[in-house]
C-alpha cells in the first residue's frame, strides 16, 4: 500500500486504556504511518490527555498530530498551548473549533476554527502544519450545504496545510466535496477520514451524533445481521477495503483511519489492500 496512511486514537481514560492503547500503537506502526493524531474532549476537557498520548507517540519515534479546539480558548490561552506544543516537538496540529461541553454557553475569543488557524498561523508562521475537519456530507450544524462549503473554504484561505473529513461510506459524496472545494479556490489535500465497522450499534450511534450517512443498502444489512458480530465484522471489512480501493484508484493523497483504539480491523483492512 504505498499511499500515507494516519491513524486517529482517543486520549485513554484509564491505566488499562493507557496500557492498551501503548499495544495497539505498536501494532500498527509497522505500517508505517505518516503521523497519528488524539483527539480532544468537548471544551478541552481532556487536554491533559491529548498532551500525554501526544508526548508518547513522539517518544516511540512516530510524528503525532495534536487536535486543537478553541471553543472557549482565549488567545492567551491558545498562545500558551501553542508553545507548549511546540516545546514537544509537535509539528502537526489538527485545529478545530470544538465541540461545547453540555451546559455551556458560547464563551472564548474564537467563534469558529477559521479564526483558530489564522491566529496559529499569525503567531507561529510555518511551525505547524495545520489541518482542518471537512465535512462531504455537511456539517450537522450547518446552515446549509453551501455555508458549509463557505465555512470550509474560510478556514484553507484562513491558512491550512490540509484537510482530514469525517468519515463517509459514499465516495460520490468525497469526490464531489473536493471538486466543489476546488472550484471555490480551496486545493489543499483533502485526506478521506475512514472508520472501520466492526459493531452496529456504535456505528449507529456515532454516525446520527456526527451526521455521516451511512448508505440505505449498509443499514439494512447491518439490521438483517442483529447479534451475529461475525457476520457484521466481516461484511463491515468488505465495505471499508472496497471503499479504500476506490479512493485509491481515483488518487486521493492518503487515509486517515478513526481506530477507536483498535488495531485489528484497521490492519486487515490494510492487509487486504495490499493484495488488491
Known amino acids: 500500500m504505498n499511499l500515507p496512511i494516519s491513524f486517529e486514537f482517543f ?87 470544538g465541540d461545547l461541553p453540555s451546559g455551556y454557553g458560547l464563551g472564548g475569543e474564537f467563534q469558529y476554527a477559521s479564526d483558530l488557524v489564522a491566529f496559529i498561523r499569525a503567531e507561529t508562521g510555518e511551525d505547524f502544519h495545520i489541518e482542518v475537519a471537512a465535512y462531504p456530507e455537511v456539517h450537522p450544524q450547518a446552515k446549509s450545504p453551501e455555508a458549509d462549503l463557505k465555512a470550509y473554504v474560510t478556514k484553507v484561505k ?21 471538486d466543489d472545494a476546488h472550484r471555490l479556490g480551496a486545493e489543499v489535500p483533502v485526506v478521506p477520514g475512514i472508520m472501520p465497522i466492526t459493531s452496529s450499534a456504535q456505528l449507529l450511534r456515532f454516525s446520527d451524533a456526527c451526521g455521516a450517512e451511512i448508505p440505505r443498502w449498509i443499514r439494512l444489512r447491518l439490521q438483517a445481521y442483529g447479534d451475529d458480530t461475525a457476520s457484521i465484522k466481516a461484511f463491515g471489512l468488505d465495505v471499508v477495503t472496497d471503499l479504500c480501493d476506490q479512493l485509491r484508484n481515483a488518487g486521493v493523497p492518503g487515509l486517515h483511519f478513526y481506530t477507536m483504539n483498535q488495531s485489528v480491523a484497521t490492519l486487515e483492512i490494510l492487509r487486504r489492500l495490499d493484495g488488491h
Open 158 to 178: 484562513a491558512g491550512a496545510h490540509s484537510a482530514i473529513t469525517q468519515y463517509f461510506y459514499n465516495s460520490d459524496a468525497y469526490f464531489r466535496f473536493v
Open 11 to 97: 486520549p485513554p481514560k484509564t491505566p488499562e486504556g493507557a496500557e492498551k492503547l501503548r499495544a495497539v500503537r505498536q501494532q500498527l506502526y509497522v505500517r508505517q504511518p505518516l503521523f497519528c493524531s488524539v483527539t480532544y474532549g468537548a471544551g478541552g476537557s481532556t487536554q491533559e490527555g491529548t498532551f500525554g498520548t501526544v508526548r508518547e507517540i513522539l517518544a516511540e519515534g512516530v510524528d503525532a498530530a495534536s487536535h486543537f479546539s478553541c471553543i472557549g480558548a482565549t488567545r492567551a490561552s491558545v498562545r500558551a498551548q501553542l508553545a507548549q506544543l511546540k516545546a514537544m516537538g509537535v509539528k502537526r496540529l489538527v485545529a478545530l473549533r
